[in-house]
């Protein structure tokens, strides 16, 4: 069965750093590049970052750049998001996505549930 699951959200003032992980199981992450999406209440969902399959190669959106840091550790089947100087409008669930082969953000193999982020003060 496949599952992505993402943790580490949670309360954060503004200026904060969070870590977000997302533990895949039931596929090989291998050949997967993985994606971070997010979607704040009554806007639509955005894509973040991405980390390609192969060369590890990475993607973010203009919002995030130079803050967040996208990872992953296929040893351990999991991917990393590491954000930085948070700010209130980064307030979102977060998503991470599997997609196969190079990175992409839109038709997703497999999603997670999503995990919250509220940055405030």
């Known amino acids: 069965q496949v599952q992505l699951v993402e943790s580490g959200g949670g309360l954060v003032q503004p200026g904060g750093s969070l870590r977000l992980s997302c533990a895949t199981s039931?596929?090989?992450?291998?050949?997967?590049?993985i994606v971070w999406f997010r979607q704040a209440p009554g806007e639509e969902r955005e894509g973040v970052s991405c980390?390609?399959?192969?060369?590890?190669?990475?993607d973010y959106a203009d919002s995030v750049k130079g803050r967040f840091t996208i990872s992953r550790d296929n040893a351990k089947s999991t991917v990393y998001l590491q954000m930085n100087s948070l700010k209130p409008e980064d307030t979102a669930v977060y998503y991470c996505?599997?997609?196969?082969?190079?990175?992409?953000?839109?038709?997703?193999?497999?999603w997670g549930k999503g995990t919250l982020i509220t940055v405030s003060s």
């Open positions: 996505a599997a997609v196969r082969g190079w990175c992409r953000y839109s038709d997703m193999d497999y």
């Open positions: 039931g596929f090989t992450l291998h050949y997967y590049s």
């Open positions: 980390i390609n399959n192969s060369d590890r190669s990475t």
